[in-house]
């Protein structure tokens, strides 16, 4: 964040995608949890244009000497990300402790934004974050819920929730 914050001067960061667990568990990414293997972390750094994109991904992004030295390194990502979150996200981020203008996605956001892509590996991080019980049942199928969707997108978010919660019931 330190290195995002002095080369963008952002307004805000917002990190996304399953990095924005750990700011509050931050004990998800040691050895044998969920993201023991998570190597990256999805910012949305606003404001942001092409040439911030670029000095950013050069400086911080994949095979940069940021992440040789480090073992990590951030994903920028383009403002249009914010139209596959769910409706209202913005008003639930989470501050991040230390830091006045970078905020987390909630991970009931995060968790709905998984049920509809829902990769093998992104139903296997809501398995963990349920057993562990990071993620509640009952508030994430509310939130689900809740979440306005399209029809392909409430199908695949709906299947993929009633799988999980099944595997939870049975396990």
């Known amino acids: 964040m330190n290195s995002v ?20 568990q931050p004990q998800l990414g040691e ?8 190597l990256d972390a ?11 994109a670029d000095l950013l991904k050069e400086a911080v992004g994949h095979e940069s000497a940021f992440e040789q030295r480090h073992g990590y ?5 383009r ?3 914010a139209e596959t979150l769910p409706a209202g996200w913005e008003s ?17 956001d995060l968790a709905v934004v998984k049920l509809m892509v829902g990769r093998p590996k992104d139903l296997e991080l ?14 994430l199928r509310a939130h689900y ?6 029809e392909k997108e409430a199908l695949t978010a709906g299947r993929n929730l009633q799988l999980l919660l099944q595997e939870l019931d049975q396990g």
């Open 5 to 24: 914050s002095a080369l963008a001067r952002p307004r805000r960061i917002i990190v996304l995608g399953s990095s924005s667990l750990l700011p509050g």
């Open 31 to 38: 050895a044998g949890q969920p993201l023991e293997l998570s």
């Open 42 to 52: 999805d910012l949305l750094v606003e404001p942001v244009d092409q040439g911030i």
């Open 73 to 77: 390194y951030a994903d920028i990502l």
């Open 79 to 81: 403002p249009i990300i």
């Open 92 to 108: 639930r981020l989470h501050p991040v402790t230390g830091y006045d203008n970078v905020f987390t996605l909630d991970p009931y």
């Open 126 to 139: 809501l398995r963990g974050l349920l057993k562990l019980g990071i993620l509640e049942p009952a508030r």
């Open 145 to 150: 819920q809740q979440t306005p969707l399209g």
